[in-house]
């Protein structure tokens, strides 16, 4: 079946610092991938999301690309911000009947501190 | 707009109780998911629910688990007779259509449910 594997956390990086989260997934067909953003005490929200190959994703400064030959979808960001501390889930959905199912990775823990 | 809403936020109950578990949508949204993280794993799909219907459970266990959509009203999910292995985080999400891919689905906060 289909798997999000994504990189173990927690994550704690400097205020400024590059940022990159990874993930990798398992899917037949071809699937369309996203971001989710969990902050303290909040919902997920979408970050960003890519439905085809090559597509890049970005929102607020992350970024994020699908590379099919790879199977991933890495979270990239240039300089984060304490306000970017958050749990950070990689997901997909396979296109057909059932497109309404998204399977997460576990989830990455960042802290970022001033 | 409010945005999904969930109550309660923490639950704990013993085993053999029930937990009733809320889920109030988006306004306009008539589509909601419901999805269980137990500790150490990533959110997985139980129920997909239209308004008086149930779509897909694929993802519910069989005993105990059960959920409704009413007319009127929030999302319930209902576990009966909880064990231990209940204990996870409970996450609703509406959409005002169906399918992930076109249209994005609105999560609530979550209710952690802790079965003693």
């Known amino acids: 079946g289909d798997s999000v594997t994504q990189m173990e956390g927690p994550v704690t990086l400097s205020e400024e610092a590059f940022l990159t989260i990874n993930c990798t997934y398992t899917a037949t067909g071809y699937p369309s991938l996203f971001w989710y953003v969990q902050y303290p005490g909040e919902g997920l929200q979408l970050l960003l999301k890519?439905?085809?190959?090559?597509d890049k994703g970005s929102n607020k400064g992350f970024e994020a690309t699908y590379r099919k030959e790879t199977t991933s979808f890495h979270l990239e960001k240039g300089s984060v911000q304490v306000s970017d501390s958050a749990v950070y889930f990689c997901a997909l959905v396979n296109s057909g009947g059932s497109n309404y199912k998204l399977t997460f990775g576990k989830g990455t823990l960042l802290t970022v501190n001033p | 707009n409010a945005g999904v809403m969930q109550n309660p936020r923490h639950l704990v109950r013993r085993r053999g109780q029930e937990a009733r578990l809320r889920c109030s949508p988006m306004?306009?949204?008539?589509?909601v998911y419901w999805y269980r993280q137990l500790p150490e794993e990533g959110l997985k799909f139980m129920v997909y629910?239209?308004?008086?219907?149930?779509?897909?459970e694929s993802g519910m266990p069989k005993e105990r688990f059960s959920a409704e959509f009413p007319k009127e009203g929030p999302s319930i999910l209902r576990i009966q007779q909880v064990v231990r292995g209940d204990s996870a985080a409970y996450f609703c999400?509406?959409?005002?259509?169906?399918?992930?891919?076109?249209?994005?689905?609105?999560f609530g906060p979550g209710t952690r449910l802790t079965v003693l």
């Open positions: 306004k306009g949204h008539s589509h």
């Open positions: 629910l239209q308004k008086e219907n149930i779509i897909d």
């Open positions: 999400a509406s959409s005002p259509l169906a399918g992930v891919v076109t249209d994005t689905q609105y």
């Open positions: 890519a439905t085809k190959a090559d």
